[in-house]
């Protein structure tokens, strides 16, 4: 015997003077280590037949020998310490830990069966340093027995590796392949492998196959015979007060016990800050509940691990409260759903609830990274297989042990904290279990019902996200995917992507919210032919949304769309959702794409068909290379015949910008319109008249339908004709007037028509302001927009008044034929609002205005010969072409006889 370095004496486990009575623990005993001791397992020490529960109490240490050494036992408990090697002194010899026990009838699992638990105790597992995975530098065709790697490795014969896939929908083929080691030569480049491989796996300039090394001379695994057709391996598990674990050159096998929580491969439980606490460089295989959890623990550091053929969520934070781990260089791959893959048909997804089968309901969605809390490090992490690669998943609040915080009032629940830092981080061959699944996803909702029980919705669900109280953005840096249904995914309400490669995808990029997408290449089709199955079809680069959104594309590049394919494509699909001038595009590029699917808006009878736009700020989506509006295949976006043509392929205008920009109103006519929550598919597409542009009424008109959103183009006079006539009372808001911009609202009325125009803030309260009279039409239509000055102090002419001079800013005038409303945005003019800074989402001088319901424009009609007149209604009598409309009672409107010349039916599509 000797000291060791705590004072304690190292004496042998076989030393009979250790142990009570002078006698060695024999086969199938329970063992407790003797109080302030270190105990030395060396070659020569157990018996092969192994023991039952082993406790090391909390003032002994139980030490491994650097020897070969397999030790069977039902229970490792670690109140002490556990040496299996030190982060100094790694252990080059081969050390089993066979963990048995049954699965009981139970639903749980105690903590203290079939594990190696540490209670307040220290774990240090230190083996032999491999480099744990790396990509392939050369395509490996089936039949091959050489694998080309980037990087020199330090295995050897006889190991065992994986090879990932390089297709799409890894879950319907799995074409990862186990291989056995022959050789490597000397530069640590090309291996040898045992067997011949069964399938291609790619490796170009666009993206690369991992290999990742499965086998560790340290192994803790579960017993066979108890483990593999019960789906009941061992666990590891750190917990209590002192708790520590420490994980490098491990390797765990047949760990997890499917569906009972807190028993997976290593498990950090409850430590709160555990900053001395890491896992690196170890391998999970054959996984049956998990690779690696973090659970009610921050600061712990994962890095360059492989997890592989994991059931579940592989790489997982349990209950949303984890924060400020770092998470790098790890690999997680064939990564299995429980239960079933979450489905559904478009954006709500499935449904599901938690069940003895299902303990938590988002296995149905497992992914290779499961994030609850965006709050920490992802950097240089490898996904391939699984649901989804990386999921970020809405939780608005803590779930299991935490779940009775809530932290809403400092807006830190889980789905409000922005992402730390995402870096470097690929995904691949995932998300083709759902026809909105991605290799990234942002989305899903995961909570407790009333009674308890964890309930998950596997679609789309938004999260606000904020730093320090102050609204913060998801930012995703050098993100590669290839082999998705979709690239990243996001949900949510602002975000960032920069330096995104999507390959081989069916869409790159799918962003909601506040959206930048900046320095990207989105290539549909790579050499990789191999990709190919499944992915059939039309594939699109990217789509922009159709209401309440943001979205600026900037300085990419989109390869390989052919014919029926789409680089840039509108959604367009209903009326109940409206677009506003909410996307932008700027240094975009075109290479070896099929010009006809440059831009795609469809041609389709909707609302949101009619109103699509896109700012080519730079012309270099439209191939103009001059600033311009893309409008939708009406004439409505026509402001001006020799500024703008109808592009013979896409079947849109396309218009010079010159002055102008897009603008959109809500007006809003009580018992015609209907607000976005009373429309539904059929309601909403029912029209109620037409608007056009007043310069040329008869060849620019838009439908008007129940929904009350119009967009089109600034400094124009938009005028509204309803089949109906002009209502007695109606609203403007001024959705987004970009700053410097207007537009007139001009609708007829009989001259004896008297009008009450007051104008109120939605959300503030803001007492009635005044809203001058114009003496002329001039006046209303007068070009030059001057501002107040907002760099020096300025005082309105009373409290509700608005800061405008002249003929600038918010008027109206009546001619006896027409009611002329100059709309401007008023944050500019009213004196408590003018001040404000985030008007524009800009980045680097590129941006869209805001988009919100801040003023109410409200006009009243009065028209005293409608009280006996009763031809003073004169609803317009013919529909549009091909359309259905409403016909309200007469005593909603009040209206002038309409001219035949603005009755002259003009097909849309013209």
């Avoid at 790697?149 to 074409?175: C, K, M, S, Y």
């Avoid at 119009?710 to 609203?731: C, D, M, N």
Wanted: overall charge negative.
């Amino acid at each position: 015997s000797s000291s060791s370095s705590n004072g304690n004496l190292l004496r042998a486990w076989h030393e009979p003077g250790l142990w009570p009575g002078g006698v060695v623990p024999s086969e199938g005993a329970d063992v407790v280590l003797p109080d302030n001791t270190s105990v030395l397992v060396q070659s020569c020490s157990l018996h092969a037949g192994g023991y039952g529960k082993i406790l090391v109490p909390a003032s002994s240490r139980l030490v491994f020998d650097d020897a070969n050494i397999t030790l069977h036992t039902t229970l490792l408990e670690v109140r002490g310490h556990l040496l299996i090697g030190s982060p100094t002194c790694r252990l080059y010899s081969h050390v089993r830990i066979v963990l048995h026990g049954a699965r009981p009838n139970s639903t749980d699992s105690p903590m203290l069966h079939k594990g190696i638990v540490a209670v307040g105790g220290r774990i240090d597992i230190h083996g032999k340093e491999y480099l744990p995975w790396v990509r392939l530098a050369k395509t490996a065709y089936s039949g091959d027995t050489v694998l080309h790697v980037q990087e020199p490795v330090n295995w050897h014969a006889g190991q065992r590796i994986v090879l990932t896939p390089t297709i799409f929908r890894d879950d319907l083929l799995d074409q990862n392949e186990e291989l056995t080691i022959r050789g490597v030569d000397a530069t640590g480049t090309v291996l040898l492998v045992a067997e011949r491989l069964r399938h291609a796996h790619y490796a170009g300039p666009e993206y690369q196959a991992e290999v990742g090394l499965l086998s560790r001379r340290i192994v803790v695994e579960g017993y066979a015979d108890d483990s593999l057709a019960t789906a009941f391996g061992g666990h590891i598990l750190v917990t209590g007060t002192g708790g520590e674990g420490r994980f490098a050159g491990l390797q765990c096998v047949h760990l997890g016990q499917t569906n009972f929580l807190g028993r997976y491969p290593l498990h950090f439980h409850l430590l709160e800050v555990a900053n001395t606490s890491y896992v690196r460089d170890c391998s999970i295989t054959h996984s049956f509940y998990r690779g690696v959890v973090i659970h009610g623990t921050h600061e712990v550091v994962l890095t360059r691990t492989l997890g592989y053929n994991i059931t579940g969520h592989c790489f997982y934070l349990e209950d949303g409260v984890e924060e400020n781990n770092t998470i790098t260089f790890n690999l997680a791959a064939k990564v299995h759903t429980i239960f079933q893959a979450a489905a559904g048909f478009g954006q709500p997804g499935d449904y599901f609830v938690e069940s003895d089968q299902l303990r938590n309901p988002a296995d149905t969605s497992a992914a290779g990274f499961y994030i609850t809390n965006g709050y920490n490090t992802l950097i240089g992490n490898a996904a391939s297989g699984g649901w989804t690669g990386f999921a970020f998943i809405n939780l608005p609040r803590p779930i299991g042990l935490h779940r009775h915080l809530d932290f809403s009032a400092t807006l830190r629940n889980p789905l409000n904290r922005n992402i730390k830092l995402f870096d470097g981080n690929t995904a691949h061959s995932s998300g083709g279990q759902w026809n909105r699944g991605s290799c990234v996803y942002v989305g899903g909702w995961l909570e407790h019902r009333a009674d308890g029980l964890l309930t998950y919705l596997s679609g789309r669900a938004a999260r606000q996200t904020y730093e320090d109280a102050q609204y913060a953005f998801n930012i995703f840096n050098n993100t590669l995917v290839f082999g998705c249904t979709r690239g990243i995914n996001h949900w949510g309400s602002r975000v960032e992507v920069h330096r995104l490669g999507a390959y081989d995808v069916r869409r790159g990029a799918v962003l909601f919210g506040q959206a930048l997408l900046q320095q990207a290449v989105i290539d549909l089709r790579t050499p990789n032919s191999d990709i190919n199955f499944d992915m059939t079809g039309s594939r699109e680069c990217f789509q922009y949304y159709d209401t309440w959104v943001q979205t600026l594309v900037d300085n990419t590049t989109f390869r390989n769309a052919r014919s029926g394919d789409s680089v840039i494509i509108g959604m367009t699909h209903s009326d109940t959702f409206k677009p506003q001038g909410i996307n932008a595009i700027r240094n975009v590029r075109y290479e070896k794409c099929d010009p006809s699917a440059y831009i795609y808006i469809e041609d389709a009878p909707t609302g949101a068909a009619w109103l699509y736009n896109i700012k080519d700020v730079d012309g270099s989506a439209s191939l103009t290379h001059y600033p311009t509006i893309v409008g939708s295949h009406i004439p409505w976006w026509r402001y001006n015949a020799s500024a703008c043509f109808r592009h013979p392929q896409w079947h849109i205008w396309i218009c010079e910008q010159q002055d102008r920009d897009v603008a959109s109103l809500e007006i809003t006519m009580p018992g015609i319109t209907r607000t976005e929550d009373e429309l539904n598919t059929y309601e909403s597409h029912r029209q109620i008249g037409f608007a056009s542009l007043m310069s040329d009424a008869a060849n620019t008109r838009l439908p008007l339908t129940k929904n009350p959103m119009i967009t089109g183009v600034s400094k124009e006079v938009w005028l509204l004709q309803l089949h109906a006539g002009s209502p007695r009372q109606f609203t403007i808001n001024g959705v987004q007037i970009p700053k410097r911009q207007w537009v007139v609202v001009a609708l007829p009325y009989p001259a004896s028509t008297n009008f009450t125009i007051w104008i109120t803030q939605r959300y503030f309260g803001t007492t009635n302001l005044t809203l001058p009279q114009a003496t002329s039409l001039d006046q209303v239509l007068n070009v030059t927009e001057a501002l107040p000055d907002t760099s020096a102090a300025y005082t309105c002419p009373g409290p509700t008044d608005l800061c405008h001079t002249g003929a600038t800013g918010p008027l109206w005038f009546f001619n006896g034929s027409y009611l002329f409303i100059r709309v401007v945005d008023l944050f500019f003019y009213a004196d408590r609002y003018r001040n404000r800074q985030d008007e524009v989402f800009e980045r680097n001088g590129f941006g869209l205005n805001n988009v919100e319901l801040g003023f109410d424009w409200h006009v009243r009609a009065e028209c005293q010969a409608c009280a006996t007149t009763p031809q003073c209604f004169s609803p317009l009598s013919r529909a549009l072409p091909n359309t259905t409309y409403d016909v309200p009672l007469p005593l909603q409107v009040c209206t002038a006889p309409l001219t035949s010349a603005l009755l002259t039916p003009t097909d849309p599509g013209d």
